[in-house]
């Protein structure tokens, strides 16, 4: 069974992956934007995560601008 999105699943998505709040409440930040609750939020996040529409949530680091140096090691 597929997931239908509506519209707030789309912004959570888009904030998700554009604007991600880097503070000790993500959910609760996101939730106060959208003017629902963070269980809401949380709720979402979880049935958008049972359908895979998000496989995972995490940071990525832009290496280079970090100036960070690395190596492919076998």
């Given amino acids: 069974m597929q997931l239908q999105l509506d519209a707030l699943d789309k912004e959570i998505l888009n904030i998700l992956q ?28 979880r049935a958008l995560k049972a359908s895979n529409i998000i496989r ?3 940071a990525i680091f832009d ?12």
């Fill in 18 to 45: 554009w604007e991600f709040p880097l503070v000790s409440r993500p959910f609760l930040a996101i939730a106060e934007r959208l003017n629902i609750s963070e269980d809401e939020v949380i709720n979402r996040i």
């Fill in 56 to 58: 995972e949530i995490d």
């Fill in 63 to 74: 290496t280079r601008a970090l100036k960070y140096k690395s190596a492919l090691v076998q």
